[in-house]
């Protein structure tokens, strides 16, 4: 059954609007565009922008790249909106998707640092979307690292992985809640093993490698003074070990 053109037309133009009468209201600051609904108030707005430019400048200056203009960001006092929204596979208070970054504005007691993380996490994923040859694997490791989010999945259950292919294999099939969970474990001892046998500034360094097109292996080998062969068995090993790297 074939929709007539002109309503299928009807239809996203309605959806396209429902969506932006979510966000009501528009806040911008040199990199950002925040968009947010009139339930949240211009105080938390102002703070998380400040928090906003701010990691924004630290990791531009980690990882060596930028976004090249304003990237939108859109805040939500319901953490069940911004999962149903980003269709976050792991987080509820932050998310970076397709190009779109998700915050939650928490503005609890205490709750400062953990905002400031959040921001870490998300910003830190999406300026490593604009180095096309950084695996999203490791794109995503390193943004748990510079979020604090290390122990949020616990230890992996299902270590039968060999090789950083394994991983980014494991990265794109993962659907399944138990999967993302074990992923994302994963993921974390990864960049665990990484920064603890490396050291952050080498990882970082070698990252920003990946803005040159350079391989994985190219990369691992160049910064590390290892092969890969020789990297990889020690991470299979921290892998199992993880108390002891």
């Known amino acids: 059954m074939h929709i007539p053109l002109r309503f299928a037309i009807a239809i996203v133009a309605f959806t396209m609007l429902s969506m932006q009468s979510k966000f009501l ?3 911008t600051t040199p990199s950002f565009r925040l968009r947010y609904e009139k339930n949240i108030s211009s105080t938390d707005v102002r703070n998380i922008s400040k928090m906003l430019d701010t990691q924004y400048v630290e990791y531009t200056k980690k990882l060596g790249t930028s976004f090249g203009g304003r990237a939108d960001v859109y805040l939500y006092n319901s953490t069940a909106r911004l999962r149903a929204e980003s269709h976050s ?3 509820e208070k932050g998310e970076y998707r397709s190009g779109k970054l998700y915050l939650y504005v928490n503005n609890t007691t205490g709750a400062k640092i953990e905002m400031q993380d959040a921001c870490a ?3 830190s994923r999406a300026l490593l979307d604009k180095i096309p040859a950084c695996p999203q694997w490791l794109a995503e490791a390193y943004s748990l690292y510079a ?4 122990e949020r999945f616990g230890q992996p259950a299902r270590l039968n992985i ?5 991983l980014g294999e494991d990265y794109f099939h ?3 809640r138990k999967d993302v969970t074990e992923l994302y474990a994963k993921l974390s001892l990864t960049i665990q093993f990484l920064v603890n046998r490396y050291g952050e500034q080498n990882v970082e360094a070698m990252i920003q490698l990946f803005n040159n097109g350079r391989t994985l292996e190219e990369n691992f080998e160049y910064s590390f003074k290892e092969k890969m062969s020789d990297i990889e068995k020690a991470w299979v090993k921290a892998l199992h070990s993880p108390a002891k790297e």
């Open 25 to 27: 209201r528009t806040e």
């Open 162 to 166: 060999a090789s950083f292919a394994d």
């Open 147 to 150: 979020g604090h989010d290390l």
């Open 89 to 91: 596979r792991a987080f």
């Open 174 to 176: 993962a659907e399944e």
């Open 121 to 123: 996490r998300v910003i």
